[in-house]
């Protein structure tokens, strides 16, 4: 029986463990949140003003593009 062992561990690599993730160091890691500085609330309301007034821009301008295209497209 010994021999039949042998044979069959012959004929079998040994397991191996899986491969494992090498370890990273601690400043590899992402940094920790940030708080927001205190901001007063004028400052925030101005800001949202911009953006919204960016955006209103850009809808316009993706409105005149789409009526340009649409103008440009041949009729079946």
């Known amino acids: 029986m010994s021999l039949k ?3 069959k561990e012959a004929a079998y690599p ?3 463990p899986p491969p494992r993730w090498p370890e990273r160091p601690e400043e590899r890691r992402w940094p920790s ?3 927001m500085p205190i901001v007063p609330a004028e400052d925030i309301g101005r800001v949202l003003k911009q953006i919204l007034d960016r955006l209103n821009a ?3 301008r993706l409105e005149r593009i789409e009526k340009l295209l649409v103008g440009k497209q041949p009729t079946p």
């Open 5 to 7: 062992k042998t044979r």
């Open 14 to 16: 040994p397991s191996l």
């Open 33 to 35: 949140p940030t708080p």
């Open 58 to 60: 850009i809808e316009k």
